[in-house]
């Protein structure tokens, strides 16, 4: 007990730290040169392309196993709550199909040859339908590792994990119309640039409406990709847990943010100011939702 209490989201509360004080760092850099950043790392790539459309694929993946972990726990609990566990499940694997052709279902019905207005609709389908068999083996897998002996723990951990991920995307949208801040990407298509750069401060409210070229602020894709740091929590449920596991786990989502804030400048989609926002506020919405809803 007096271990769980200086653990967040399952790693030591000092990896907590390091998350938190890394992004104000970047908020602190990016807020004096952010455009001289993006001047000198943005340019768009195939592999950068690539990894921008299926990248949140692996994060996405967190919802369909925050799933499992409500349906095993509440059917470990006895068959009242079989049809609600049943419901949670659809519901979560739903989430990730949903989100990611909300997302990237563009990318993935070109790649099917799709038109709007001239392909049949049953083309449109295959397109969805390749969301929903790219997750299937999730809940397959989670269901096979997770421990059910604490069926309480397995339930917190998936609310957490879902009800987080929904107050996170539904933020960052909030936030990208508070400050509606132009994209890089954007403003290089201008004569010139810097006439319309604004600083993450300089919020005009409003003005993006539906125009994505003024969304820049706080990085949607970062809120996504943050999502690993509960990574951690689901090591956590394992059959065969271990703190060792958990830190690995832990890296994993450092890495893989790292690479995904890389990826955003590197797009010519967000400064840097945008990542750090966007991890920030998805870390610590994480953190808080993950402490209320411990079975501790």
């Known amino acids: 007990m007096k271990n769980k209490r200086k653990t967040i989201m399952a790693v030591p509360k000092a990896c ?4 938190v004080i890394a992004c104000i760092l970047g908020i602190i850099v990016g807020s004096f040169f952010d455009y001289r950043i993006n001047v000198a790392l943005a340019n768009k790539t195939e592999i950068g392309a690539f990894f921008a459309t299926y990248g949140s694929y692996f994060s996405y993946c967190l919802y369909p196993a925050a799933g499992m972990c409500i349906f095993k726990g509440l059917m470990k609990k006895g068959s009242r709550y079989r049809m609600l566990a049943w419901v949670i499940m659809a519901a979560s694997y739903f989430m990730a199909v949903y989100y990611s052709n909300n997302y990237n279902g563009s990318k993935v019905r070109e790649m099917f040859g799709y038109t709007a207005g001239d392909s049949s609709v049953a083309l449109s389908f295959v397109s969805w339908a390749f969301w929903v068999v790219l997750y299937m083996w999730v809940p397959i897998v989670c269901y096979r590792i997770f421990d059910d002996r604490d069926a309480d723990k397995l339930i917190m951990t998936g609310a957490a994990i879902l009800v987080a991920g929904i107050l996170a995307d539904n ?4 936030l990208k119309q508070v400050a509606s801040r132009p994209r890089y990407k954007y403003l290089i298509t201008l004569d010139e640039p810097l006439s319309e750069y604004r600083n993450w401060w300089q919020m005009v409210p409003n003005l993006a409406g539906s125009d994505d070229n003024f969304k820049s602020w706080p990085s949607g894709n970062m809120t996504i990709a943050s999502m690993m740091f509960s990574l951690p929590m689901l090591s956590d449920v394992l059959k065969k847990r271990s703190d060792a596991r958990n830190m690995i786990c832990f890296v994993i989502a450092v890495l893989f943010v790292l690479i995904y804030g890389y990826n955003r400048i590197h797009m010519t989609n967000h400064f840097l ?7 920030l506020i998805t870390y610590l919405i994480f953190s808080v939702v993950s402490t209320a809803f411990s079975a501790e």
């Open 171 to 174: 933020m960052n949208l909030w």
């Open 273 to 279: 100011t945008d990542v750090c926002f966007g991890t």
């Open 16 to 19: 907590f730290m390091v998350v």
